[in-house]
């Protein structure tokens, strides 16, 4: 199984400030395509995970420009470029190699 | 609007089959991979398979041999059975909708559309 690590577990973040996101999986996440599959999702206080990221850098529908995804090989970020205090929540990023597994999550809060 | 609903018992006994069952609405289920996630209380997410509408499946490996997913296309539906559950299968199940996008030749299936996500509590 691939695992997924994320880092900071906890994030707190002041407004307008940037953020960003580190995960790491066990092996390499390269397609035989030469893409990266890796996604972000991020589950806000009371609801359901929601798409932010998918491939590694496309933006899902709806998703502000402040957010960007990067990253090769087994190293991938999440950065906001602007932290606003809509952006709270725990966010997830998960391998989508071999069959699915999602990171532990990271909790952004604002100072 | 795709909406995703879950539905079925809150509360299974140990040993026994906890079963659960996705209704779609908003959408046809043909042409789609529909999938289901579960958290357990405070924790984070794990995945635990998909379903194409053809009945092709892909389970987490750690739930093989306990988890059978369906798909019933008449009735816009989806299930999953899980059985001999212990109380580390309680958890919050959340069904949810693949969407297809495509890069050159390649598709690209990120989990686009989730349900509201509903709690199954293990315990005698």
């Known amino acids: 199984d691939i695992v997924m690590t994320q880092s900071p577990l906890s994030l707190p973040v002041t407004p307008g400030e940037p953020a960003s996101i580190s995960c790491r999986s066990s092996?390499?996440?390269?397609?035989?395509?030469?893409?990266?599959?890796l996604d972000w999702y991020v589950q806000k206080p009371g609801q359901s995970p929601q798409l932010l990221i998918y491939?590694?850098?496309n933006r899902a529908s709806g998703v502000p420009d402040r957010f960007s995804g990067s990253g090769s090989g087994t190293d991938f970020t999440l950065k906001i470029s602007r932290v606003e205090a809509e952006d709270v929540g725990v966010y997830y990023c998960?391998?989508?190699?071999?069959?699915?597994?999602f990171g532990q999550g990271t909790k952004l809060e604002i100072k | 609007q795709v909406q995703l609903q879950e539905s079925g018992p809150g509360l299974v006994k140990p040993s026994e089959t906890l079963s659960l069952t996705c209704s779609v609405s908003?959408?046809?289920?043909?042409?789609?991979?529909w999938s289901w996630i579960r958290q357990p209380p405070g924790r984070g997410l794990q995945w635990i398979g998909y379903?194409?509408?053809?009945?092709?499946?892909s389970y987490n490996p750690s739930l093989t041999g306990r988890l059978i997913l369906s798909v019933d296309t008449s009735k816009n539906q989806f299930s999953l059975q899980l059985s001999s559950v212990t109380a580390a299968d309680t958890a919050v199940y959340y069904c949810a909708r693949l969407t297809a996008y495509s890069f050159g030749s390649v598709r690209y299936h990120p989990i686009e559309y989730w349900g509201q996500g509903t709690l199954v509590t293990v315990s005698s």
């Open positions: 491939m590694t850098s």
């Open positions: 379903i194409y509408y053809s009945g092709a499946t």
């Open positions: 998960m391998q989508t190699l071999q069959t699915r597994t």
């Open positions: 908003g959408g046809s289920i043909s042409g789609y991979y």
């Open positions: 092996q390499s996440l390269l397609h035989s395509s030469g893409y990266y599959y």
